[in-house]
């Protein structure tokens, strides 16, 4: 049951903690279900209505992904790596098994191993990219507990051709990022902003791997395409609408998306986001346009996004959808708010307020102001001063200045906003589906979505660490 009406809500600073651990809980609930092979992980346990009772590549390298990141894990270490070894040796199925695409872009599998031998929506070539992303990352912690035999015999071999999960995607990974593919919604075949995120990501990180696994060829090559990518990324810039296109280059399809402003662009720069390797971070200045026009967008689509606060005054940003076209619902009826994509503004606004703190120094563009400008009106009752602050194209706020503390608070402000619309929308017992009813508020669609668990930990992993008013 949704808790759509259960306001006043519980403080954040109370609440998150309590639902992080609970979507911790229910989305290691998903790994290795008792009817499917070790190390698969679940989308979801619905089988009907929509049946997603199945491994998507996708989706599973990115529970995987979160719980090596995090600093929050429930659960002791020998059972987390009994986990994301099984996770490995399932990986090497899928990589291996006859598929109908015929390659690594294969985008689900059964849970016992098989895969998906029905027509769908393939190949889908961010997979590769994502699990190379997530494994490469679970490295860091294997060579400091000096399992570099593990490493190298399992996950990064050296050899050409390679039967070592990380650079058997990262080798399929740099030569097929430039074929069409379908995008990470299933719909649209072509060239899409995030799966070249995902892309990039696992080519630059990679090919640190590589060089440290003394393989320079593969990190030279690795490198290469890495630039080649974002070489061609300014491909998706809209000149005329100010904003990022989420797909170029379509083959086919869906021509009723006529707007190609997506979600998915926020998505692919928060879950493409590289410390070491940073490229379209989360505070670019065309992914904070593309932010705007996206919350612009969506705010008076939903009527549910009526409620604009709590009864005791906090804000209450609106439910984001995956594109304002949109016109899937397995329940019928119109297209509805997900959780995973109003979880993505979320962790953006937090990575942002960061990032800018990070940086020292925020300068004002034509692209940034208006969603800068938003954040300054959030913090007005959190940031103290004589005399109404401002911004204009062209200044550069330095970090001793008020400004600086009202837009990086502000932001943190924002992403409160749009976790109190997946707090309010959420069942008491801190369960999660895929949807919410865009008129009552209430769940729907697939039940205990381990993507939508994943970005409530990811959003909450980001608000932690960022200036928010817990006061």
């Known amino acids: 049951m949704s808790n759509s009406t259960a306001f006043p809500l519980q403080a ?56 090596v990141a995090t600093d929050y894990l429930p659960m002791d270490m020998d059972r987390f790596d009994a986990a994301i070894k099984s996770y490995v040796e399932f990986s090497k199925i899928n990589q291996t098994v006859p598929t109908l695409s015929n390659s690594l872009g294969e985008p689900k599998f059964y849970v016992t191993g098989p895969a998906y031998d029905l027509p769908w929506g393939r190949p889908q070539n961010d997979g590769p990219a994502e699990r190379a992303i997530a494994l490469i990352r679970w490295i860091n912690l294997l060579m400091k507990e000096n399992e570099s035999d593990y490493v190298v015999q399992v996950l990064y071999d050296g050899e050409e051709p390679s039967s070592s999960v990380i650079k058997a995607d990262l080798d399929f990974v740099g030569h ?26 696992a080519l630059r990180e990679g090919a640190a791997l590589a060089t440290l696994l003394r393989d320079p060829g593969a990190a030279a090559f690795y490198n290469v395409q890495a630039q080649n990518i974002e070489n061609d990324m300014d491909r998706f810039w809209d000149v005329q609408n100010n904003r990022l296109k989420t797909t170029i280059d379509q ?37 904070l346009a593309t932010a705007y026009a996206l919350h612009q967008a969506f705010l008076p689509l939903y009527p549910i996004n009526s409620i604009t606060q709590t009864p005791d005054g906090n804000a209450v940003f609106p439910g984001i959808g995956r594109y304002q ?40 563009t034509a692209l940034n102001i208006d969603f800068l400008s938003m954040a300054i009106d959030m913090a007005a009752s959190i940031v103290s001063r004589k005399k109404p602050v401002t911004i204009n194209v062209g200044d550069s706020i330095t970090s001793k200045t008020t400004t600086f503390r ?3 608070m502000g932001l943190a402000e924002m992403g409160d906003a749009y976790l109190r ?51």
């Open 251 to 287: 083959v086919g399809g869906l021509n009723y998306k006529y707007s190609n402003l997506d979600i998915a662009i926020i998505l692919g720069s928060c879950y493409g986001y590289s410390k070491n390797f940073p490229f379209y971070p989360p505070h670019n200045d065309r992914v």
């Open 325 to 364: 076209e949109d016109t899937y619902n397995p329940n019928g009826g119109k297209a509805n708010p997900w959780f995973l994509c109003t979880l993505a503004m979320s962790s953006l606004c937090y990575l942002s307020s960061k990032l800018f703190i990070n940086d020292k120094v925020i300068n004002i």
């Open 421 to 471: 619309r997946v707090q309010y929308h959420g069942a008491s017992d801190g369960s999660l589906s895929e949807q919410f009813d865009l008129n009552s508020g209430f769940m729907l669609s697939a039940r205990d979505l381990t993507w939508s668990y994943i970005a409530l930990i990811i959003a909450i992993d980001e608000r932690n660490g960022a200036p928010v008013n817990d006061n």
């Open 176 to 201: 097929h990022w430039q074929d069409a593919c379908f995008c990470l919604w299933e719909e649209v075949n072509g060239t899409h902003f995030y799966t070249r995120m995902q892309q990039r990501t």
């Open 406 to 408: 009202a837009i990086t």
């Open 12 to 67: 954040l600073k109370e609440w998150t903690p309590l639902s992080q651990r609970t979507a911790f809980e229910k989305a290691i609930a998903n790994i290795s279900p008792p009817d499917g092979h070790p190390g698969s992980v679940l989308a979801s346990p619905s089988t009907v209505d929509p049946n997603y009772y199945f491994h998507w590549v996708r989706d599973a390298a990115r529970t995987m992904r979160t719980l």
